[in-house]
Each structure stands twice: as C-alpha cells, then as structure tokens.
Nanobody, 113 residues
Framework: VQLQASGGGLVEPGGSLTLSCATS????????MRWYRQAPGKERELVAS???????NYADSVKGRFTISRDIAKNSLSLQMNSLKSEDTAMYYC????????WGQGTQVTVSS
C-alpha cells in the first residue's frame, strides 16, 4: 500500500491550497486518516484527522481555516487550506491507519509573500 501526497506549493499569505492523498496497491479500509505537518526545526504535529464515519478533528491552529475530507470510493484524502499564514509553512504528510500506519512521502507548503 502506498500513499501519495500532492498539491503543495508556494502561496501568498491569505491564499488557499488543496492537498490530495491518493492510495495505491492493495485496497485497505483505513479506520482513520490524518494530515500531519513538520516545519524545519519543529516536531511533526497532527493537523487534522477523519475517521471512517466522517467525524473530523483539527488542531486549534487550523480550526476554521482547514477542512479535511475523504472519498471512501477512491480511498483518498484531501485537505482544503484557506486563509494560509506563514506559520503554516511545512512539509505536509498524509497518514492512514489500518492495523499498521501508512505514510505518504510529503508535499511542501510554503506561505510567503
């Protein structure tokens, strides 16, 4: 099973980006899928999660600005990011849990003018 994150890039403060995470290989049912991020010199932090029944949770720093969603049929994950701030700059990773935890390779988000 492989997770492939995409959609990162350079955006100005206040802008928007949508990250996507596609899965390939053996189809697994993920009980929970998450987005993490890691900024240089900082620990990896949980940004948002979504469980199989659609319940979501967000870090306080992104509440009201980010929206996590998943496509069950495609077994994929998305993160809509609005009102981006410089402090959102980080490498973003998708994660899926199905017994084991599976990680995507990361996609860089840079918020800068």
């Amino acid at each position: 099973v492989q997770l492939q994150a995409s959609g990162g890039g350079l955006v100005e403060p206040g802008g928007s980006l949508t990250l996507s995470c596609a899965t390939s290989g053996r189809r697994l049912r993920f009980s929970v899928m998450r987005w993490y991020r890691q900024a240089p010199g900082k620990e990896r932090e949980l940004v948002a999660s979504i469980v199989a029944n659609g319940v979501t949770n967000y870090a306080d720093s992104v509440k009201g600005r980010f929206t996590i969603s998943r496509d069950i049929a495609k077994n994929s994950l998305s993160l809509q990011m609005n009102s981006l701030k410089s402090e959102d700059t980080a490498m973003y990773y998708c994660n899926g849990k199905s017994g084991f935890e599976y990680w995507g390779q990361g996609t860089q988000v840079t918020v800068s003018s």
